[in-house]
């Protein structure tokens, strides 16, 4: 098959690409501007998910669109917002295939979008998916948990604090939940939809063997780094609510309330998806020792 995929640029983008090509696919990767460090055989197609007018014509030709655009955190200065990014993106793409004559479609959404979500992050996925599931198009739709993978934001961010400082803090107690899933695994599913018609017209959430709460992913890559012993500095939840609303305005400050309401609401699925896909996702923490061993 011929893909065009959009955001295929960034982190879980490497791992579709190699897993793409490994499987005998083409694909054609929409880029802000051409460049070098693709694999082999990578068709670079500039243009701009908010623009259509930019890519719709390389969408033409293709057999299936894969779209991964998402943020964690806005930027309204500079024109990055959950809305803008994922409901007007995702929605250019959709029309993109539709006008080109494209059938199949794949959308990457996030575990724990659903109606009348708390967070923005998850209010915009969620209406992303709608537009994807109101087309004509043969779609599949996956919502993976924290994903996790050598060049991954959120786990070589904890491990940084747990390598460079005496304590990490915490926000609450810790005890929320989540179900960590490789990029590699994500990837793997993304491809073999693409031959399982089975997979038309259905929603996975994508979750790892390992339900670890917070507390415990923290030790896990303690472990993993050589610390037999994470220290933690639990800060109230009712501090942090009061506290972030006026310093998420600054890009240096870590967190936003946006990504506070989705980590204590905790992030873990059924594990139904393997009964698809038919393998068994790779182990939290020897996964992460592939990357963070000194």
């Not at 594990?271 to 592939?290: D, L, M």
Request: charged share 25%.
């Amino acid at each position: 098959m011929k893909i065009f995929l959009a955001g295929g640029t960034g982190f879980v983008g490497g791992h579709l690409r190699r897993a793409l090509i490994e499987k005998g696919h083409a694909i054609r990767l929409l880029v802000h501007k051409r460049g070098d460090g693709f694999e082999h055989g990578v068709e670079q197609a500039e243009g701009d998910v908010t623009r259509p007018e930019t890519f719709a014509e390389a969408v033409r030709g293709c057999d299936a669109t894969i779209n991964l655009v998402g943020i964690i955190r806005e930027f309204p200065g500079r024109g990055v917002t959950f809305e803008r990014l994922h409901v007007e993106a995702t929605g250019n793409v959709v029309d993109a295939a539709v006008k080109g004559g494209v059938r199949r479609h794949l959308q990457m959404s996030a575990l724990g979008t659903r109606p009348g979500a708390t967070s923005k992050y998850h209010q915009t996925k969620f209406r992303a998916e709608e537009y994807v599931r109101a087309s004509s198009l043969d779609w599949t739709i996956f919502r993976p948990s924290l994903i996790f993978g050598p060049k991954d934001a959120f786990v070589n961010m904890l491990a940084g604090y747990v390598r460079n400082y005496p304590a990490v803090p915490v926000i609450g107690d810790g005890k929320y939940r989540l179900q960590p899933i490789s990029a590699d695994d994500v990837a793997r599913c993304f491809v073999l939809a693409l031959e399982m018609p089975e997979t038309v017209g259905k929603t996975y959430e994508l979750c790892g063997s390992d339900r670890l709460t917070y507390n415990e992913m923290l030790d896990a890559i303690g472990r993993v780094i050589g610390k037999s012993h994470v220290a933690k500095i639990h800060n109230p939840l009712g501090i942090m609510k009061m506290v972030v609303p006026f310093l998420q305005g600054f890009s240096s400050f870590p967190i936003t309330m946006d990504q506070i309401l989705m980590l204590v609401e905790e992030n873990i699925c059924d594990g139904k998806w393997r009964e698809t896909f038919k393998f068994e996702p790779e182990r939290f923490e020897s996964g992460i020792a592939k990357y963070l061993r000194p």
